[in-house]
């Protein structure tokens, strides 16, 4: 199992970004997937992700209505949209997997991505 | 909204001794706790899930009690790789929230 992120980088406020997180060992359609932020030298906070096997999904009150996860099952990949980018939007980015598969997770995470890196700033 | 608190924010330790880091729930979550331990640089790692439950490959001096609102996790004969910070999860409802983390030094 391995989970790669990408698509982070430099942008200004109000700015998006689309990060990806390339699956592979396991299909993401199985699983509920999340993504995960720490801001530099903070702690982790929970982002989004989905209930289950399908397109049902919730955010932090941070990010509702500015971010959007979605995932592509023929590219095995999870998305995350990220509009009106906001100075404290800056962190590295972890997506992680569901520790058990099918529509009832219970949500905790077995493995994790390298995260990417995501500045916002003019 | 479920908020998670950790204590302490930070713990001195020896290669040897016992840890015991707390997490408190702001209501009641049985035992739909996770925790996760994370190096300098790296993405973090599931340790104890369900409260006690000992996550695959994972030492058995790391172990996890409690349920309701008060949640202990415990490092017995503390090793080298275990200088790190530890996070608690609580999976009972969404959001799902983690605690501050606490760092073992």
């Known amino acids: 199992v391995q989970l790669l992120e990408s698509g982070g980088g430099l942008v200004r406020p109000g700015g998006s970004l689309r990060l990806s997180c390339a699956a592979s060992?396991?299909?993401?359609?199985?699983?509920?997937m999340t993504w995960v932020r720490q801001a530099p030298g903070k702690g982790l906070e929970w982002v989004a992700g989905?209930?289950?096997?399908?397109?049902?999904?919730y955010y932090a009150d941070s990010v509702k209505g500015r971010f959007t996860i979605s995932r592509d099952t023929s590219q095995n990949t999870v998305f995350l949209q990220m509009n009106s980018l906001r100075a404290e939007d800056t962190a590295v980015y972890f997506c992680?997997?569901?520790?058990?598969?099918?529509?009832?997770?219970?949500?905790?995470?077995?493995?994790w991505g390298q995260g990417t890196l995501v500045t916002v700033s003019s | 909204d479920i908020q998670m608190t950790q204590s302490p924010s930070s713990v001195s330790a020896s290669v040897g001794d016992r840890v015991t880091i707390a997490c408190r729930a702001s209501q009641p979550i049985g035992t739909w706790i996770a925790w996760y331990q994370q190096r300098p640089g790296k993405a973090p790692r599931l340790l104890i899930y369900v409260a006690s439950s000992l996550q695959s490959g994972v030492p058995s001096r790391f172990s996890g009690s409690g349920s309701g609102t008060d949640f202990t996790l415990t490092i017995t004969n503390l090793q080298p790789e275990d200088f790190a910070t530890y996070y608690c999860q609580q999976a009972h409802s969404f959001p799902l929230s983690l605690g501050g983390g606490t760092t073992v030094e």
């Open positions: 060992g396991f299909s993401v359609s199985n699983y509920a």
């Open positions: 989905f209930s289950g096997t399908g397109d049902n999904a």
């Open positions: 992680a997997k569901d520790l058990d598969t099918g529509n009832f997770p219970r949500h905790f995470f077995d493995y």
